[in-house]
Nanobody, 130 residues
Framework: RVQLVESGGGSVQAGGSLRLSCATS???????????MAWFRQAPGKEREGVAA????????YYADSVKGRFTVSQDNAKNTLYLQMDSLKAEDTAMYYC????????????????????WGQGTQVTVSS
């Protein structure tokens, strides 16, 4: 059974940085078994939104317009870990951040649709104060 465990959230002032990690385990081969991985976030009273995704095989990346140029998604194949480097944080980035993965489809079909993903982490809170 695939498990995703996020870490790295916290409180930071606007303009600051955080790096989120998503440790993966429970699959047969490697992180490449998870064709597409993504970071979603959900703020209180708002719908969940996808912010970044990566195709684990070729390393192609996708970003929501709201974070483009500020966030960077990456993977460490040796550690089977997904990362989200978040720079120039804004108050509106405050949310619970979730890691998600799918072993059924690639990212190319549109990586920010929640139903595509089979596996979700428990979330890590990011709070940005202005």
């Amino acid at each position: 059974r695939v498990q995703l465990v996020e870490s790295g959230g916290g409180s930071v002032q606007a303009g600051g940085s955080l790096r989120l990690s998503c440790a993966t385990s429970g699959y047969t081969y490697s992180i490449y078994s998870l064709y597409c991985m993504a970071w979603f976030r959900q703020a209180p009273g708002k719908e969940r939104e996808g912010v970044a995704a990566i195709g684990t095989g070729v390393g192609s990346t996708y970003y929501a317009d709201s974070v483009k140029g500020r966030f960077t998604v990456s993977q460490d194949n040796a550690k089977n870990t997904l990362y989200l480097q978040m720079d120039s944080l804004k108050a509106e980035d405050t949310a619970m951040y979730y890691c998600a993965a799918t072993a059924r489809t690639y990212c190319t079909g549109g990586p920010f649709q929640g139903p595509l993903y089979d596996y979700w982490g428990q979330g890590t809170q990011v709070t940005v104060s202005s």
